[in-house]
């Protein structure tokens, strides 16, 4: 594995830090207290080629690898972490699963704009009474002559207010359980399709979670994404790619957090003596380095694999655990590194933690990331 960036890979991340620290950071913390959909900033990275960073781009993409995406959420995810999860959305969770499964005329008419940045893309897989169970979903897709009638609901959908298309998970059969999911590509401005309220979280607050409610909304069979019934082979393979993106997020947020925890140790005094004076500060210091800069490793390490044509549910599976665990340590110890200016909104500190704590939960939990680890290794025992 080679883990030294190229000269194109250097220059993009120098480009987009650059973007992230003029165009995206300044707004970071107004609309994480507002909650305003950042919509202007994702045309804005959609006009830099960030919108399908991996997309060829004869379908509107950067025509890069999986370890400049990486990059680029990083980098993005450093300065705000709300954009950072609409971009990976789109990105890993939209364009690629199209790109993968999809027909010459779904690549035409929905990866396209949405690589490009013309449209923005969900995933609507979880529901109300399907989370980590994802094979228990309950959105019906009922064959109806030339195509199919949606009935269902999803929740938790990330730029769900704002999406032009959705990616909707389905089953023709309840009773088939996994073997009876479906993938369709729904436009949001399809009769019958509906967006909730934008729901209002903890941490990446700006993010445009709602749910997404279907009555009787019809879908040609020309939109659904590979076969009858393989509907959750691709959903499991699209995560595989969200996990890295993720993990992504998941050290930009880290990296952050580190930055500040530096420049408050060095300015601030205590005692006569600068915070970055006292041992207990430094082991801080030297313990949040060394945790962002093995989680980068093992993300880099998921991207590579992935860019090899390789199978790379583990890598990722670990990267994804691995480093949103460390963003929840090295957030808190950055936030306690602040004292009692760490709880205060006047800093960035707490929304660095706040903001972590998500990584944890959605695109699997840690717990569901020690479950396909687990059977990894216990296959090769």
């Known amino acids: 594995m080679e883990i030294q960036l ?19 950071r300044p707004r970071a913390k107004e609309i994480d207290k507002t909650g305003e959909f950042p919509r202007r900033f994702f045309d804005q990275a959609g006009e830099l080629g960030l919108a399908g960073v991996a997309v060829p781009e004869e379908y509107g993409g950067g025509g890069m690898d999986t370890l400049s995406y990486s990059l680029v959420i990083e980098e993005i995810s450093r300065a705000c972490a709300n954009s950072g999860v609409i971009l990976s959305v789109n990105n890993s969770l939209v364009c690629d699963p199209i ?25 609507g897989l979880t529901e109300p009474g399907a989370g980590s169970d994802a094979a228990s979903l309950r959105t019906l897709a009922r064959r109806e002559g030339d195509g199919y009638t949606l009935d269902g609901s999803k929740v938790f959908i990330t730029n769900g207010t704002h999406a032009d298309v959705a990616l909707v998970f389905a089953t023709v059969d309840p009773e088939k359980k996994h073997r009876g999911i479906t993938a369709f590509l729904v436009p949001t401005d399809s009769p019958g399709f509906h967006c909730g309220v934008h729901e209002t979280k903890l941490g990446v607050n700006a993010s445009g979670t709602t749910e997404l409610r279907f009555d009787d909304v019809q879908v040609p069979a020309r939109q659904r994404l590979g076969e009858e019934g393989e509907g959750f082979k691709i959903a499991m393979a699209t995560l595989d ?5 993720i993990a992504s997020q998941a050290v ?11 420049a408050y140790a060095q300015q601030r005094e205590q005692f006569g003596q600068h915070l970055a004076d006292f041992q207990a500060i430094q082991f801080y210091l030297a313990d949040m ?11 880099w390490k998921a991207a590579w694999t992935k ?16 480093a949103s665990e460390m963003a929840q340590r090295v957030t808190n110890k950055a936030l306690q590194i602040h004292g009692g200016y760490g709880y205060s909104r006047e800093y960035n500190v707490e929304r660095y933690f706040r903001d972590a704590r ?13 479950m396909v680890i687990a059977d990894w290794v216990l296959d090769k025992a």
């Open 99 to 123: 790109l993968k499964f999809g027909t010459d005329e779904q690549k035409r008419e929905f990866l396209t704009p949405l690589a490009s940045g013309r449209k923005l893309g969900c995933f």
């Open 252 to 262: 930009g947020i880290a990296q952050a957090a580190l930055e500040d925890a530096l």
């Open 307 to 322: 860019d090899q044509g390789k199978r790379y549910t583990l890598e990722a599976a670990q990267a994804k655990l691995f």
């Open 289 to 299: 380095s060394t945790e962002i800069d093995a989680a980068r490793l093992l993300t």
């Open 6 to 24: 190229n000269e194109e890979q250097l220059l993009l991340r120098e480009n987009v830090r650059r973007f992230a620290d003029e165009v995206v």
């Open 358 to 370: 998500i990584t944890e939960i959605y695109e699997g939990t840690s717990e569901i990331q020690k």
């Open 241 to 245: 790619g969200g996990r890295i993106g």
